[in-house]
């Protein structure tokens, strides 16, 4: 997914964060980026996501 | 300076720790010899970030005091040490390497839980240590000084516990307490040549620290040998009622655990990490070299395939950096974003606005990735790789280059894949010197193991480091820093 820098601009307004203009792109590659890998995530590993909950791995609960 | 200061100084804590007891030397030459290596070095090294001389003398006279006349508390008693500036301790503030914060703001509310067992064991903080801005990696201008390698000052000291790498490389200290929430204490320890660990995620106290990344951060400890890892772990671990993630699990007497072989223990090569494409050429004969060793101490080593462990890493920017930038958000981004590093602001910005259904979607596959790792664990006692892919960079090669879409997921991959498939499944994991790069650079093995199998690394590595001697060659510091004698 490749997001450009007006969509950012927007989605930054939305949270209330103003963004210098000579930023936008950097932060545009960087979410870009980290929503293609989950696009390939989502490609490979979808159909078994669909069978567990998110659970934070913080209560370790294994045999171990 | 003279050799026996020195020399002092680059012992293990353990080693250390005998002198003191056996009141070879006394607490006190141990922390001027400390001090006086901060004042020599440190305008160089930038691993401190406050130190109070005058405290840390007095804190060490009392322990010679003390051990005189007969109480001495064990094996930290009388050590000097540091923190990673995010954690609190009374009379030091809390700059946690930013300049968001105001004066005020940095003062300490109370102890953390790890400040207040460790000088209950009689360690004495000398004070707080340099980091990238808030823990987060990728600060590219340092409020308190750039940090630099002890072995070769251009080159990066890695991050985010970045002082607390330096300081026991450097015989600062005798052991230093970080962070890991990514990597932030096997990158500074691999970097720097000391031994750094992830504890398992609950097994050490986070009361105390600013982090914000509740379902990854840990507290743990770098120092120079695994023994001495062994015996903070000792007195750091356990639950505490301040943290409700803490686990009501026993601890462990780890330095009873150390000795012995490998003899029966199966290890195994994660293929997809160790072998990754692009992995530097010194690092993988580095580790070849390290698999042989331990080959040699009686572990039978095979290879396993862990296919998911590449998307641990966008897996965590999508969901720890969103918890992150969810507090940052409201606190000081907003209103002081000027006031960022600029490699901060624009990485908690872009976290700031991942959609809640895809934060979603990535902690069930954190889950899945989770559990590929802990399958593995069932079938072998430790997981090995390289701590890092290169070696040591020159500190301008290693800020982080937001700057074009080609190939960005394979390249975002490749800097962490080391670190984060054990700190998104949250095991214990610890880094080991395993020799140099040709121009001098520390390189380092990283064990793993199953949740709570802090004991198991803890053999690995011990027994390592008694067939190599990787450990005890440490930096001519009047020579890699070009000091005048």
């Keep these: 997914m490749e997001l450009n820098v007006e969509q950012i601009r927007v989605l930054s307004e939305m949270q209330g964060l ?3 203009e000579k930023e936008l792109n950097n932060i545009a590659i960087r979410l870009s980026t980290w929503l293609t890998a989950m696009e390939q995530i989502e490609t490979e590993m979808g159909a078994r996501m669909n069978e567990v909950d998110p659970i934070p791995p913080v209560f370790p609960r294994e045999e171990f | 300076m003279s050799n026996s200061s020195v020399n002092l100084c680059y012992l293990s804590a353990s080693e250390q720790a005998l002198m003191i007891k056996s009141r070879e030397i006394s607490p006190v ?20 970030i406050t130190v109070n001389p005058e405290s840390a003398m007095e804190q060490a006279r009392n322990a010679e005091a003390e051990i005189t006349a007969g109480r001495y508390l064990g094996p930290l008693h009388g050590l000097p040490f540091g923190v990673k500036d995010q954690m609190h301790a009374l009379g030091f503030p809390t700059t946690l390497g930013t300049q968001v914060l105001d004066e005020q703001e940095t003062r300490p509310p109370y102890d953390a839980t790890v400040v207040k067992k460790l000088a209950e064991a009689g360690a004495i903080l000398i004070g707080k240590q340099n980091l990238h801005e808030f823990g987060k990696g990728g600060t590219i201008k340092f409020p308190y000084g750039q940090p630099r390698n002890p072995w070769n000052p251009a080159h990066d000291a890695s991050s985010s516990s970045t002082g607390s790498g330096i300081a026991p490389a450097a015989g600062q200290c005798s052991f230093a307490i970080g962070e890991d929430t990514g990597g932030s204490i096997r990158g500074p320890a691999s970097c720097n040549g000391v031994v750094g660990l992830r504890p398992t995620h609950g097994r050490v106290s986070r009361h105390g620290g600013v982090m914000e990344a509740y379902t990854s951060d840990t507290f743990g400890p770098l120092a120079r040998s695994v023994q001495d890892i062994a015996a903070i772990m000792e007195v750091i671990s356990g639950q505490d009622p301040n943290d409700p993630l803490s686990i009501p699990r026993p601890v462990p007497r780890y330095t009873k655990l150390l000795d012995g072989d490998l003899k029966g223990m199966k290890l195994a ?7 990754v494409d692009g992995i530097h050429d010194e690092v993988r004969k580095g580790f070849e070299a390290a698999i042989e060793v331990l080959r040699e101490q009686g572990a039978v080593i095979e290879e396993v395939s862990l296919p998911w462990a590449k998307w641990a890493v966008p897996l965590q920017l999508l969901t720890a950096d969103a918890d992150v930038a969810s507090w940052f958000l409201v606190n000081y981004l907003r209103d002081r974003y000027d006031r960022f590093d600029v490699g901060t602001r624009t990485r908690l910005s872009a976290s700031s606005l ?38 040591p960079r020159l500190i301008e090669d290693t800020r982080e280059k937001v700057d074009g879409t080609t190939d960005v997921v394979p390249r975002l991959i490749l800097r962490r894949i080391t670190h984060y498939p054990f700190s998104l499944s949250n095991v214990p994991v610890i880094s080991v010197p395993m020799g140099f790069s040709e121009k001098g650079l520390p390189l380092a093995l990283q064990v793993a193991s199953r949740p709570f199998g802090e004991s198991t690394i803890f053999r690995v590595g011990h027994v390592y480091q008694q067939a190599t001697d990787w450990h005890t060659q440490h930096p001519d510091l009047d020579k890699t820093l070009n000091i005048a004698t």
């Design chain 1, 18 to 20: 103003k963004i210098p």
């Design chain 2, 29 to 48: 030459d141990l922390m001027e010899a400390s001090l006086e290596r901060i004042e020599r070095y440190d305008q160089t090294l930038k691993a401190w």
């Design chain 2, 269 to 275: 090569v994660v293929r997809e990490i160790a072998y």
């Design chain 2, 354 to 391: 991942i959609p809640a259904t895809v934060y979603n979607r990535a902690m069930r596959a954190r889950r899945l990735v989770r559990e590929q790792v802990l399958e593995a664990m069932r079938r072998y006692d430790a997981l090995i790789t390289p701590t890092n892919v290169f070696p």
